[in-house]
């Protein structure tokens, strides 16, 4: 074969191969949706994962099309452009500029940036105790303890008046998670708007909206809030949810252009991927993909909500795409049950919370399968007596 020959043949056989894949990973997507309808025999897909809180439908065809092509045309290329034409997208979805915007290889690294960018032994992460425990981890690892505010008992909210009596005393780093992982309660627009004003000046507040998406149109963002010049505030969103791209690792956190700045030079280099920042455009683009999950993930959520009523057994209401439940057990005693019984993968233990288990919604079938694990475990008088293994 002489050069343009071999050239044109590669070109063909690219075209071909990325038609055959895309074509594979359209159907593939059309076929998730099916696979999760109530009509699907959840045996054949033991254990059934809902400890992670992954989208169980899977990304929009759009975003497994354009992270094919991607791959195929792309992945010997460190991903410039597409890094910054993603950021500009995000800054217009948002209204912001694009150097208000910064990606992270998922919304965990930027996380990670703002602990190591913004507290010390002096100004520790103040947090909520429960929540999702990055940044207690990250400051752990440099010997910070984290200042941590237990929820209200009453709804299992973020205790925001202690929080800021914390924030006067060690001038630190405010995390909210808003709507909270794992108790799935949500803070309203007049609380939060009120307390970030009334944080004082040199405390930066990092609002993780992770399952901002599931919430629906009521749902206050913070985006708002940077939108209109808040000077100490960080927002994370990741597209690791809603979007269903956890494994592409694509998140973003807002906020104004110098704390952008202060946190961008701590970022890796090419921190995200060719085919994690296609996907991310893509899915950007189908918002009518995402009230549909946002739908779906509602429907599924009242079924096994009262599937929990019927069986007597406590949850908070959750916004998101998790319910946090007590069956009145231990969390050992329940999350051995569902393993060795159903096969099923519940949430870590929450130290804070021995009793209550966190479980991620996924299709209608699986969650027809736990509340009939639970069914079982909730006739049996002591679960250790129940031939399994505890
Ligand atoms: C509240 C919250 N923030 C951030 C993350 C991390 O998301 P990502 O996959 O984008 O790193 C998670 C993941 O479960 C989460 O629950």
């Known amino acids: ?5 071999r050239r044109e043949f590669i070109t063909l056989a690219a075209g ?12 593939k997507s059309r076929q998730t949706l099916l696979d999760h309808s109530l009509a699907e025999p959840v045996k054949n897909r033991f254990p059934i994962v809902l400890s992670s809180n992954e989208n169980p439908f899977g990304p929009c065809p759009e975003a497994l099309e354009a992270a094919s092509r991607a791959v195929f045309n792309s992945s010997h290329l460190y991903a410039r452009e597409k ?7 995000i800054a217009d979805f948002y209204g912001l500029n694009s150097s208000e915007i910064l990606l992270g290889c998922g919304a965990i690294e930027l996380l990670k940036i703002a602990t190591d960018v913004f507290c010390s032994a002096r100004k520790p992460p103040i947090i909520s105790y429960p929540v999702y425990e990055a940044m207690d981890y990250y400051a752990g690892l440099r010997y910070i303890g984290a200042e941590r505010i237990p929820v209200k008992t009453e709804d299992a909210g973020h205790d ?12 630190g780093l405010i995390y909210l998670c808003n709507p909270c992982n794992p108790t799935g309660v949500t803070i309203g627009k007049e609380r939060i708007t009120e307390f970030i004003d009334l944080v004082p000046e040199g405390v930066i507040v990092v609002v993780d909206e992770a399952y901002a998406e599931y919430v629906g149109t009521d749902f206050f963002s913070c985006m708002n809030l940077v939108r209109s010049g808040a000077p100490n505030l960080i927002v994370v ?6 979007y269903g791209l956890a494994g592409l690792r694509v998140g973003y956190c807002a906020g104004n252009e110098e704390l952008i700045r202060a946190m961008a030079g701590h970022r890796l280099w090419n921190n995200i991927n060719q085919a994690g920042l296609a996907a991310a455009r893509a899915a950007l683009e189908n918002q009518t993909w995402l009230e549909k999950m946002r739908r779906e993930n509602e429907l599924t959520k009242n079924y096994f909500c009262s599937g929990l009523k019927e069986l007597g057994i406590d949850y908070i209401p959750s916004s998101t795409s998790f319910v946090l439940m007590s069956a009145g057990r231990s969390w050992e005693e329940t999350h051995s049950y569902l393993y060795l019984k159903g096969s099923i993968v519940a949430g870590r233990k929450i130290p804070s919370l021995p009793g209550h288990i966190r479980i991620s919604l996924g299709s209608r079938g699986d969650m027809n399968h736990v509340l009939s694990v ?5 006739s049996l008088s002591d679960p250790k007596n129940s031939g399994v293994v505890i």
């Open 1 to 5: 074969m002489n050069q343009l020959k």
């Open 374 to 378: 639970l069914k079982d475990f909730q």
């Open 83 to 89: 890094r910054d034409q993603l950021s500009r997208e």
């Open 16 to 27: 071909a191969g990325a038609a055959v894949l895309t074509g594979c990973t359209a159907e």
């Open 160 to 171: 925001l008046m202690r929080m800021l009596e914390a924030a006067y005393r060690y001038e």
């Open 237 to 242: 969103r990741t597209f690791s949810k809603i």
